[in-house]
């Protein structure tokens, strides 16, 4: 299969940003089909995994315009390699234990809801648009991971113990979500992206809440992981697209 080759302007790179963050996400989600603990949460995280590919979607689709309708959605998300991908780091990383996805999904929906409140006022009326449809979905997300995290955090001495081991290793990966290299500074004074250190106490203030909650504590590391949204990824990315571009991979250009 031949990959596609981008010309990656700030705008078509922002908007990569959060269509690749969103699908793999999504995909790590989908994972838990069939293997939830329980079938309710079996339902509830495929649920939120099709939110999220709902929301990537439209944010390919999107890109596809700004770079002049050269390719589609499905070429965006099939036809480009690992380092092509500008995904936040956090959403690679395996699926782990129960534990982990929860803490995953409330740690990027602590981050994502009120960036997408604060994306409806974005100069791009495309990006704000979605922006109105997704903030009214990852509220719910934060609901959810932020009540089954609580609920582990102070639950038994097993569950809690995941939920202290996936809150370490997962803090940090966090410092990504607040990045600001030149395309972020070309998207903040253009208006299209929000400056994500209006969020970050916000983000703060909800992890802290919930933590609390679970009769837990932040982790306390300062360092953090970088790279995704400029290419450089974990090993993980790549064997997760090869499970998920196989089809496309294997058949070229096939269409239901």
């Known amino acids: 299969m031949t990959t596609i080759q981008l010309e990656e302007t700030p705008h078509l790179a922002y908007l990569l940003r959060l269509a690749d963050s969103a699908l793999i996400n999504a ?3 989908s994972e838990w089909c069939g293997h939830a603990p329980m079938l309710e949460e079996d339902l509830a995280l495929t649920n939120v995994a099709l939110d999220l590919l709902g929301q990537a979607r439209l944010l390919y689709e999107h890109a596809a315009a700004v770079d002049g309708n050269e390719w589609r959605e499905d070429d965006l998300a099939y036809r480009r390699d690992a380092p092509q991908f500008r995904n936040l780091l956090i ?5 782990g234990d129960f534990a982990f996805t929860i803490v995953r999904q409330a740690l990027l929906s602590a981050f994502f809801h009120p960036f997408w409140q604060r994306a409806q006022g974005s100069t791009d009326r495309a990006l704000a648009a979605i922006a109105g449809k997704a903030e009214k979905e990852v509220a719910y997300h934060l609901r959810h991971s932020g009540a089954w995290l609580v609920r582990l955090g102070d639950g038994t001495e097993e569950s809690r113990r995941r939920t202290v081991d996936a809150l370490d290793a997962l803090w940090s990966y966090t410092g990504e979500l ?3 290299d030149p395309v972020g500074e070309a ?3 253009a208006g299209i992206g929000p400056d994500p250190e209006t969020i970050r ?3 703060e203030q909800t992890i802290d809440r919930l933590v609390d909650e679970a009769g837990l504590a932040r982790p306390p590391g300062t360092w953090m ?3 995704g949204l400029r290419g450089v990824h974990t090993e993980h990315l790549g064997h997760l697209l090869a499970v998920m571009q196989h ?3 294997a058949y070229p250009g096939a269409v239901w």
């Open 187 to 189: 998207m903040i004074e």
């Open 225 to 227: 992981q970088s790279g």
């Open 91 to 95: 959403t690679e990383l395996p699926r």
């Open 247 to 249: 089809l496309q991979r």
């Open 178 to 180: 607040f990045e600001v």
């Open 201 to 203: 106490p916000v983000f």
């Open 27 to 29: 995909h790590r989600l």
